[in-house]
């Protein structure tokens, strides 16, 4: 029962440096999100893909990048980090527009930029 | 403004007891969704119980249930007979009509329970 797999787990980075976070769903699902989430601030949308090859903008999209290539891959990219992107960040997925639609979650990256 | 407010940042709770965790939300529109999960120590976010803006009864999944009180736009966790593992975060979240196309949540800021013996 994989579900939704992130990796890397953990990754520190300096101001600068570019990386790639991946997210690997195994549900069949049509919807993808990247959130991330800071101390005493819940978790914030930065972008999501209602299906493949679709991606857009959630609520905190500066700075970063996004590519859905294929239905269970979201990959999410930072090309230049910067130490306000120092935070723990979580892939979802759903299968999409059900009223009861349930987004399963992945274990998170930590990240921090130096 | 905000939209999911949860106005307790800490709350204690004795082995056994029942505890509620409030969350109140802001939307002006008449279809909607709300949700709570569970983020522990681990850190992965763990779907708990649903509650439909037109559903009738309140919802119930095991220990958990779902104070859903339309007219005062609140919707409370309530865990009864709490256990050690239930030390957690939790956070609930928001989806309303005009996002179902998308499916996009609006979370609280969340309220750290902590269980003890």
């Known amino acids: 029962n994989a579900g939704v797999t992130q990796t890397p787990k953990f990754r520190v980075l300096k101001t600068g440096q570019s990386m790639t976070l991946l997210c690997a769903q195994d549900?069949?699902?049509?919807?993808m999100y990247w959130y991330r989430q800071d101390p005493g601030m819940g978790l914030r949308l930065i972008h999501y893909?209602?299906?493949?090859?679709?991606?857009a903008k959630g609520e905190v999209p500066d700075g970063y990048n996004v590519s859905r290539l294929k239905k269970q891959n979201f990959l999410l990219g930072l090309e230049s980090a910067a130490p306000s992107q120092t935070s723990v960040y979580f892939c979802?997925?759903?299968?999409?527009?059900?009223?009861?639609?349930?987004?399963?979650f992945g274990a998170g990256t930590r990240l921090s930029v130096l | 403004a905000q939209k999911i407010t949860q106005t307790q940042p800490g709350m204690f709770v004795q082995e056994k007891e029942a505890v509620t965790l409030d969350c109140t939300y802001d939307?002006?529109?008449?279809?909607?969704?709300l949700f709570w999960y569970k983020q522990p120590s681990s850190g992965e976010m763990i779907f708990l119980i649903y509650?439909?803006?037109?559903?009738?009864q309140n919802a119930t999944e095991g220990r958990y249930s779902l104070n859903f009180q339309k007219a005062r736009k609140s919707a409370n966790l309530v865990i009864s007979a709490s256990q050690l593992g239930d030390s957690a975060m939790y956070f609930c979240?928001?989806?309303?009509?005009?996002?179902?196309?998308?499916?996009?949540?609006?979370f609280g800021t969340g309220t750290r329970l902590q269980v003890f013996p």
């Open positions: 549900m069949n699902h049509e919807y």
């Open positions: 509650q439909g803006s037109y559903d009738e």
């Open positions: 893909s209602v299906g493949e090859g679709t991606t």
């Open positions: 979240a928001m989806r309303e009509a005009a996002a179902y196309n998308t499916d996009k949540l609006i």
């Open positions: 939307t002006s529109d008449q279809s909607y969704g």
């Open positions: 979802a997925s759903s299968y999409g527009t059900l009223a009861k639609n349930i987004q399963y």
